[in-house]
């Protein structure tokens, strides 16, 4: 199984916390779009033997593509990849752009899933983040995205500064009112070089509150087990049957092409990543060559690339796996590594896969760096 993720580098507008890459110009939009379907052209070969199961619509803002280039770009897929007989195919979009008439001609296209970005209900927190979307149109584009998709998935953010617990429950119980299938949420964090941090600096906004954030994870948790969500991964609930694939494809180590200006990719044992910037991009592309820089994965990369992605989800770093694929020397290593953190009940072993505790989730990603190996 591969997966083909398509990177749309515009945005309306730029939240606050957001390092992503995009321009709020579109005026390169049609040339883009051109090239986007030019590198799908171009790399075929990498996929030769292999099947597309998902195709995701990442970015920036890919709502702010026209139907027919979002249909452009998936008939440039079809094209010149083998594509499996029901992929899941993703679309990222903003409340703003998801009209009624948008929502029902999507819906009549090959795009099965929405994965739509509310962040909050609360007028101050959208303020907060500069978000181009307001409360309202929140809450009238679920209403209509649940008539006519069945598969949707919408984004949270928590620890957002001034919004109590008792808001962020309010937030949660509002999202769990559209009975949709899956949820992703993240803690706001303040990423260098971006108006929230200035802001921060500046002291026109409160700092994160590293407590509440995870405090507020635990509600979360409490909340959407409570109502049939699984916790799948660090950042992600969902139903059964509605895990997103894509995403389980990453953390699973399986092939992924990233189409478009920043986009990564990744085959097995190493990792590309297109310049970030749609100017080069597009001129590289018109030339026929790639925009990528690819580095092979020495054995310790990878091994500390399992350790990260694998305690991130319910299923956990196999010992077993890490023997097989790394050698004794690296499972001895992760047995004695993670000793201290078994003894603290952040971490256990079960069935041979090592996992993090209810007590390590929220500490996850800082347990896996104590576990990496360094050459
Ligand atoms: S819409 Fe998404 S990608 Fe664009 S600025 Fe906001 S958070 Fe970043």
């Known amino acids: 199984m591969a997966g083909i993720y398509i990177h749309i580098p515009f945005c309306k507008q730029a939240c606050h916390y957001c390092d992503f890459h995009f321009s709020t110009s579109l005026k390169k939009k049609d040339e883009l779009v051109n090239a986007l379907t030019k590198e799908l052209e171009l790399r075929k070969d990498e996929f030769k033997n292999t099947t597309v199961e998902t195709i995701y619509f ?11 280039e979002l249909q452009f770009i998936i008939d440039a897929v079809y094209k010149n990849y083998k594509v499996t007989e029901q992929p899941e195919i993703t679309l990222e ?3 703003d752009d998801l009209s009624k008439d948008r929502i029902i001609a999507l819906s009549k296209s090959k795009i099965n899933r929405l994965s739509i970005g509310i962040q909050s209900f609360f007028e101050d927190d959208l303020k907060l983040m500069n978000r181009a979307h307001n409360a309202n149109e929140a809450i009238a584009c679920l209403e ?39 949820i992703s949420s993240y803690a706001l964090t303040v990423e260098p070089k971006t108006a929230l941090a200035s802001f921060i600096k500046k002291g026109v906004i409160d700092d994160v509150n590293d407590e509440q954030a995870h405090e507020q994870f635990h509600l979360l948790k409490e909340k959407l087990e409570a109502s049939g969500f699984v916790h799948y991964e660090l950042s992600n609930f969902g139903k059964d049957r509605y895990f997103s694939k894509n995403n389980s494809a990453y953390w699973q180590g399986k092939s992924y092409l990233g189409i ?5 990719s990744f085959n097995g044992t190493q990792r590309g990543w297109n310049v970030r910037n749609n100017s080069k991009y597009i001129k590289t592309i018109e030339a026929n ?63 041979a896969h090592l996992r993090v505790t209810k007590k390590g989730q929220f500490l996850c990603d800082g347990i896996a760096s104590e576990l990496f190996k360094i050459n």
Do not use: C
């Not at 820089?293 to 956990?316: K, S, V």
């Open 58 to 68: 990442g970015g920036g803002t890919p709502s702010l593509l026209t139907n027919e």
């Open 93 to 95: 979009a903003n409340p």
């Open 144 to 182: 209509e995205a649940t008539k006519h998709f069945d598969n949707i998935s919408l984004d949270l953010i928590y620890g957002i500064p001034g919004a109590s617990n008792a808001q962020w429950i309010k937030n949660i119980e509002m999202a769990l009112s559209f009975n949709v299938p899956h």
């Open 260 to 264: 478009g200006p920043s986009a990564h």
């Open 289 to 351: 060559q790639l925009p990528i820089e690819i580095e092979t994965l020495t054995q310790t990369d990878q091994y500390n690339e399992y350790i990260m992605t694998g305690l991130r989800t319910i299923w956990g770093v196999s010992i077993k796996k890490v023997e097989k694929d790394f050698g004794l020397l690296y499972k001895d290593y992760l047995i004695e590594q993670a000793e201290v953190f078994i003894n603290q009940q952040l971490l256990y072993i079960d069935k």
